[in-house]
């Protein structure tokens, strides 16, 4: 390790093998396409509580009369749900929190496989670059859902096969990444540092780094699949018989639509415990960290989160209730469906119960995590009636759908992430963000979230459809217009505590570093043992030994004095 | 500068592999859930079809079976090459590697000729399910075969250089490629029969 020769510009920070550096590239991409999936969100919204109003300023720029056209609504939806979820909270809760902190805290000075993880980057780099290249084709991006259903989305403009081709990088940067991860993890960890010593947080990723390993090869299939029969025009997902617009469809057909969704969402299940895992595992170090208390039964919350991510691939059909797939598969779905809330349940308890007794500090990633706790429990809540076939059959494809995994995803996971963004900051900089602007952007992040996603539900009580380009064609849905108008204006307060959180992490740099930074909070785990930032391809000052669990805060028992108790007078000399 | 990583070539003790064995069975893991995938698609096409063609049909069993054998004694060549380096032999190593990659063409040429056969008698993948699926899977297959000789060719010749620095090293990597390898002569074990027999 004494070879102290410089390395060049490119090699230190673009194309660098150092996880850290690598880290810092999937958080910044990842934060790009977070804002841009938010931008289109934010046109889309306009058009909602607006309809046929010509957007300010940004409106000009897309239409001649700068009200958005039909066909830009349905790119907009269609690529808003593919760049949030494989583009901004994937790449953020596993590539960016993931690569960084993952070998510091099992101790390793980089992950196994340094190189692999510089491809895994740059082949995410180059999806999101076909993603984005797709918006500019004829006909447009992508349109069909982020679902991309079948028969629709084999007969969709061209944008739909650069989507595909862009999936097919994605998934290759996922597998890459998540082989890594669970080689690391397992391999790399320091001498003591057994399984049940590792962080909560290792877990998290661990069990997530699975999920994708093993969930996302059946969407390359289907990929593959859509692929063939987009180019070369075979029928795997074309019935016999298609009709459109009047003509009938020169194809072979005796394909299956279904087997889309089948293969879809046995990804797209698990998928949603990608994008929760990573933030319950941050959650829970920020929690016992604030709390100055070990996790509240570790072990259960470990064991939950193995078998919930086992039980996340035999739920995927509780998707597709409405497809008249029989009622024997929807009951055996419904009682899995059941069945996976327990291990989220027990999580979330073994969090709440981390609080009791506590002597809380409510620092800014602290307020992040407490919020978190009751928005994803609203999430996960309002997931059960979707997950029971009876009221399903009514609340299917509604607003409803949306704000229930809005809740789990974007107050939920999110806000774990903004925490997560606070909570390492330090250590990955060595200087401390503005606290007052941290809780400027905790309470704008808060209201403005809870403005957008709970009139949803009511919304979709209502009945009104969760694909409509402007509700207000319906008598029924006139009547809850107004919350519509709520919706977008609370969107805007959302932005603009996002602008906040963005001159906070960026203008925090300007700051001289902190002397004492190395553990400004405290913390147990081992990438508070590292220097700050920690030093490059090596991570620690030295080799790192554990002999303790992951949080043992507060280990001597307390002090207290009861009135009876009488101060021992001093010795006499 | 480069950050120290253990368990390259040595196995870790308790988990009994190097990281890259490890890497490579995850890897492969992923793989069966792909192959998998498209089996099961195979399954659901079939049983809702209303008439399903016999492979032989279309398709011709005695180059598919040519090229079974093909592929098992690339498979056999593989493991020999690997023990050739565990007895130290780097001559008779690069002997059974090459006989491997040599094997790897003659099934693509085989698969060459049986597609353009197909071709010449106008059966594309937009014909039928069947024939869409059988394009599809024998594809994606021939696709990991080229990998398989990507690799195969680099550990034979200027991957071979490592053997001279980092032998342990480099027998690991001919290990993980061999596992590979032998991957894709399973998929085609699984392939032959659903698509040309039954």
Redesign the interface.
Known sequence: ?S???E?GFIRKYIFS??HKVIGIQYGLGAMFFLLMGFGLMLMMRWQIAFPGKSIPIIGKFLTQDGILSPELYNQFGAMHGTIMVFLGVVPMAVGAFGNYLLPLQVG???M???K?NMASFWVFFVGGLVMLYSFLLPGGAAQSGWTSYPPLSNIAPAGQTAWLIGMVFLITSS?LG???I??TA???RVPGLSFFRLPFLVWAQLVTSFLL??????L???G??QL?DRV?????FMPSGLVVSGQALE??G???PL?WQ??FW?LAHPEVYVLILPALGIVAEIVVTNTRKPLYGYNTAVYAIVFLGFMSFIVWAHHMFMTGMGTAMSAFFQATTMIISIPSVIVLTVLLLTLWGASIRFTVPMLFALAFLPMFAIGGLTGLPLGLTASDIYLHDTYYVIGHFHYVVAPGTLMALMGGVYHWYPKVTGRMFNKTLGKLHFWGTLIGMNGIFAPMFFIGMAGVSRRLYDSTIYEMARSVQPLNVIMTYSSWLLAAAQVLFLINIFASLRKPKEAAADNPWEATTLEWAAPTPPL????FAEPLEAYRGPYEYNTTSREFAPSTYRRPKPCQR | MSAVIPYISKPHPVTGVTNAKFGIWLFLASEVMLFGALFSAYIVLRVGAETWPLGSEYLSVPWAFANTVVLITSSLTMVMSWAALQMNNFAKYKKYMGATVLLSFGFLIIKYIEYSAKFHHGYFPANNTFLAIYFTMTGLHGIHVLGGIIVNGYLLFPGSKMWHTEPERFAGRVECAGLYWHFVDLVWIFLFPVLYLL
């Open positions: 390790m070879s102290h020769h390395e093998t150092d390793a000075q980089d196994a496989f340094p692999l597998l998540s082989v890594n669970i080689v397992v391999q790399l390993l093993l969930a996302f090869p059946p390359e299939a289907a593959v699949l063939m070369f025009g075979t029928s795997f194809v072979a005796g394909g299956n087997l089948h293969l046995f490059p391809h090596q991570n």
